[in-house]
């Protein structure tokens, strides 16, 4: 399956990916329908400890190594006595949250990044099974990963020559609005678009959100929420049906209205196409943490998943995070391409000797 920031495959795993990241983008994951603050006396259930879903279906070392990192990127004295949002607050903070989203979504599809991915084995001696580092590069319709290094061995540099020269070629067909496979790789970057705004607009009222008290993340002050599913939400498609089978809780950058850290646990099997396709298991747990990378644009920094499925018949683990760093804007296609040109005339890596 296509991994990290762009993982689509047991595809809508990872629409749950929408719940921690896929196809690119965080998720807000942030409810303004029903709403309770743990203030009022009129809590909504909740899971006794952050990890609480994950042993039943993964290893107890990885899901102590999942709860080690939850509590690292959570951490920050509690503020004093801070005063718990109303319910009217909290879905008035919500709205802003998902437009802010929305508008990083769509931003970065105009910027490239460094990506480090590493997969593990489960286990209680867990030991690497892929370290690939990529340069991933926006195409107008979608992604491209350039191979920078495996492990710490560079690739060579005629090969990465090769990636560059079919980067530019697509970003020539992306410029071609009358071909037949310019339409056909619009049309499906659209529709996927279209689903993922179709889900994080769903969460407005697929969860009843807890306000759970303040911390400190990255030296900025953070609400934080617990989101449980809505017994009263009635979901639409299969995409929105994922979202009931889900428990989740976010950082929000007080400040900023920005989702800073994010975690969602799969608490009830997720079947696809009746289970004939595949099966994402309960238990399974994806984290994925976001800073401002230019004024009112947050982006993804890291994701982790780990989680047991079956694709087909057969059955495996995902034990993976990815990091992601040095985003740069190269604009749409016109402009990516003409840098693209630049770097292939020059001979030179944007990012040193691959």
Not at 283 to 298: D, H, K, L, R, S
């Amino acid at each position: 399956m296509a991994k990290g920031l762009t993982a689509s495959s047991l595809a809508t795993a990872l629409a749950l990916a929408s719940m921690a990241g896929a196809s690119g983008q965080s998720v807000t994951g942030f409810a303004a329908g029903p709403t309770r603050n743990a203030a009022s006396g009129a809590e909504v259930p909740r899971s006794e400890d952050s990890t609480s879903g994950l042993k039943s279906g993964l290893s107890e070392s990885t899901a102590d190594k999942v709860s080690s990192s939850v509590r690292e990127v959570g951490a920050g004295d509690q503020t004093s006595t801070p005063q718990a949002p109303s319910g009217a607050e909290i879905a008035e903070r919500s709205k802003k949250l998902l437009a802010n989203q929305h508008h990083n979504d769509e931003a970065l599809e105009q910027y490239e990044r460094i990506e480090h991915h590493v997969d593990r084995t489960g286990g209680t001696s867990p030991r690497v099974l892929d370290d690939k580092t990529y340069r991933v590069v926006p195409t107008g319709s979608g992604t491209m990963k350039l191979l920078l290094k495996e492990g710490d061995r560079p690739v060579d540099p005629a090969e990465y020559h090769k990636q560059l020269t079919a980067w530019e070629e697509l970003l020539e067909l992306m410029l071609k609005p009358d071909d037949s496979r310019t339409k056909a790789a619009y049309a499906k970057w659209q529709k996927r678009k279209d689903d993922r705004k179709e889900l994080l607009d769903a969460t407005q009222e697929a969860f009843v959100t807890t306000w759970d008290g303040q911390e400190a993340c990255n030296g900025r002050l953070c609400d934080v929420y617990e989101l449980q599913p809505n017994p009263n939400f009635h979901p639409r498609s299969m995409v929105q049906d994922i979202l009931t089978r889900v428990t989740g809780k976010i950082w929000v950058d007080r400040e900023a209205n920005q989702l800073s850290h994010g975690e969602a646990h799969v608490m009830r099997d997720i079947s696809f196409g009746g289970g004939i396709l595949g099966k994402l298991y309960r238990g399974g747990v994806f984290f994925m943490q976001q800073q401002e990378i230019v004024p009112g644009i947050w982006l993804p920094t890291r994701y982790q998943y780990d989680f047991t499925a079956r694709k087909f018949l057969f059955t495996f683990e995902q034990h993976q995070y990815v990091e992601a760093s040095q985003y740069r804007r190269i604009g749409p296609p016109k402009q990516a391409l003409a840098m693209v040109k630049s770097e292939l005339a020059s001979g030179k890596a944007v990012y040193g000797d691959p």
